[in-house]
């Protein structure tokens, strides 16, 4: 199969590295989500990686507590993450480096965005953790960033659903989900993709975003060889 994306951005959520547990790191999920990015690297797309981190923490629901505190308690929540995702990386003989935007340089390497590149073009998979460094801004914004900074085709949003729908199917039995929307309408409906933010920069970057399950982690590998999964986010043709 000829992979239809040379270079992907994944969003990997917290949650689904937490499996079934719902809390924390399970390691058995997260090597079932690592084979199918081994079999996509196999086959020569570079594979970039950010992770959330709301299976240990959530800075926006933490309360009384202050926010920018809060926010860099969740940026360490994606360090956790991101390390246990290379760990497994690893353990299937994938190349992987760590970069943070917090520096931490016992644990992994500061970004730096030539370096990143430089490690894609080697074929080394490259995990980002905290986010954008900055409170405020979530790790989808994050993820879109990145994806514009190192010149990604596409960002690919892991999620718990199987797409994007008009409303959501957990309520309404009869939402209607989109094979593809446009990011007008993403925006002006406050569909659920990304935030605002997150949408916005993919939006005037012209960088088409796909959401897709990860329920069945093999969608990734037929995701990015070009399958009809979920629900591809572009911009108005």
């Known amino acids: ?28 999920t997260v090597l079932k989500i690592c084979e199918p990015i081994k079999k996509c690297v196999k086959e020569g797309v570079e594979v970039a990686i950010v992770v959330g981190g709301g299976n240990f923490w959530r800075g926006r629901s933490s309360g009384e507590m202050d926010r920018t505190r809060a926010d860099h308690m969740g940026m360490l929540a994606t360090t ?24 931490m340089h016992q644990v992994a390497e500061p970004y ?9 073009e080697k074929g080394r998979v490259v995990v980002f953790g905290c986010g954008t460094g900055n409170p405020f801004f979530s790790t989808d914004t994050a993820a879109s960033l990145r994806a514009v900074e190192i010149e990604a085709d ?12 008009d409303s959501d199917p957990k309520k309404n039995p009869n939402a209607v989900k989109y094979d593809t929307v446009s990011f ?17 920069l993919c939006k005037d970057n012209n960088l088409p975003i796909l959401v897709f399950s990860i329920e069945d982690p093999e969608n990734i ?6 399958e009809n999964i979920g629900t591809v986010v572009k911009g108005d043709d």
């Open 80 to 103: 956790i993450n991101a390390l246990g995702v290379c760990d497994a990386l690893e353990q299937l003989g994938v190349e992987v480096r760590v970069q943070t935007a917090i520096a």
């Open 112 to 120: 730096i965005r030539n370096r990143a590149v430089r490690h894609l």
């Open 184 to 200: 007008h309408e993403v925006l002006n409906k406050d569909l659920a993709v990304m935030d605002s933010t997150a949408a916005s």
């Open 221 to 226: 590998y037929r995701a990015i060889n070009g």
């Open 154 to 165: 596409i960002v690919m949003k892991a999620t718990m659903v199987d797409g994007v729908y």
């Open 1 to 28: 199969m000829q992979p239809k994306y040379k270079r992907v951005l994944l969003k990997l959520s917290g949650e689904s590295l937490a499996g079934s547990q719902k809390y924390g790191i399970d390691f058995d």
